[in-house]
């Protein structure tokens, strides 16, 4: 399965298909960043099936975005995705990756801990609906 999954860096004719993927992120979250701003897509033979962006700002990297299209889950590509980010971090002299994740959303907070993060801290009732984050961290 490993196989059938690339992963390239994002470019400007995938936004259409992430922002379908990613749907809930809003466009700006997607086409925005800085020179920190790392964007990649997952393909899946030659079909973009999952985005990740991310910041790596010196010695501290972040997770700010990951989604797989709904049909293409459970095949490894967000833990595909998160290994190409990590990697980079780590050339990049990154000490740490970071994330904050709901408390509800319970795939991503099983990808994470396969992943090697550890729940750091919670954000008390940060989201709308209530719910906490719990930001994870990852030593690189
Ligand atoms: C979370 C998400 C990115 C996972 O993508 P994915 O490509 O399916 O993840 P992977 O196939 O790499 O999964 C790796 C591991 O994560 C965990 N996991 C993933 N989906 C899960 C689910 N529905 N239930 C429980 N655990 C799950 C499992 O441990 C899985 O390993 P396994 O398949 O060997 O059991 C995807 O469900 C998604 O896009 N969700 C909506 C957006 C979102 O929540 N993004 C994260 C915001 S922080």
Redesign the pocket.
């Known amino acids: 399965m490993e196989r059938k999954i690339r992963i390239r860096e994002f470019r400007q004719e995938d936004l259409n298909r992430v922002i379908e ?2 749907k ?1 992120f809003p466009p700006t979250s997607i086409e925005g960043g800085n020179r920190f701003t790392v964007k990649k897509v ?1 393909l899946w033979v030659d079909q973009v ?2 985005f990740l962006s991310g910041d790596i700002v010196f010695s501290e990297a972040s ?1 700010n ?6 049909s ?11 290994d190409s980010f990590v990697s980079l971090s780590r050339e990049k002299g990154a000490e740490r990756v970071v ?4 408390s509800k ?11 090697g993060f550890k729940e750091a801290y919670l954000r008390k009732k940060y989201y709308r609906d209530g719910s906490d984050a719990i930001v994870m961290v990852l030593p690189v």
């Open positions: 993927i990613g809930g997952a099936v999952g997770i975005l990951l989604a797989v299209c709904p293409f889950r459970r095949k490894g590509i967000a833990g595909a995705l998160i994330l904050e994740v709901s959303n319970i795939p991503a907070v099983n990808l994470y801990r396969k992943k």
